[in-house]
């Protein structure tokens, strides 16, 4: 069985931090792309950043850009976010995805998401 489980959440003043993880299961973790997600409830999902398998290649969204780190440990099968100078517009629900480009097309699969709130 495919599983994403996402921790690490939770509530943190302005200014703060929090590190998300995800860890996976259930598939070759080490072939896959692995991506941050987020949706404040009622809008459309953000990206939030990118890693490559090699975990070399990270890309993030502007809103982030110099506050979070996406890194990723294929031994340990799992991927994390660190999030530094949190601010209100962050507070969102984070998912976790694990994206693969196979012959069939893409696969991609989900962590359940967990929130994040900033707020004083």
């Known amino acids: 069985e495919v599983q994403l489980v996402e921790s690490g959440g939770g509530l943190v003043q302005p200014g703060g931090s929090l590190r998300l993880s995800c860890a996976a299961s259930g598939f070759t973790f080490s072939t896959y792309t692995m991506r941050w997600v987020r949706q404040v409830p009622g809008k459309g999902l953000e990206w939030v950043s990118v890693i490559d398998k090699s975990g070399i290649i990270r890309t993030y969204a502007d809103s982030v850009k110099g506050r979070f780190t996406i890194s990723r440990d294929n031994a340990k099968i799992m991927t994390t976010l660190q999030m530094n100078n949190l601010k209100p517009e962050d507070t969102a629900v984070y998912y976790c995805?694990?994206?693969?480009?196979?012959?069939?097309?893409?696969?991609?699969?989900w962590g359940q998401g967990i929130p994040v709130t900033v707020s004083p």
């Open positions: 995805q694990a994206e693969d480009y196979g012959v069939g097309g893409p696969t991609y699969y």
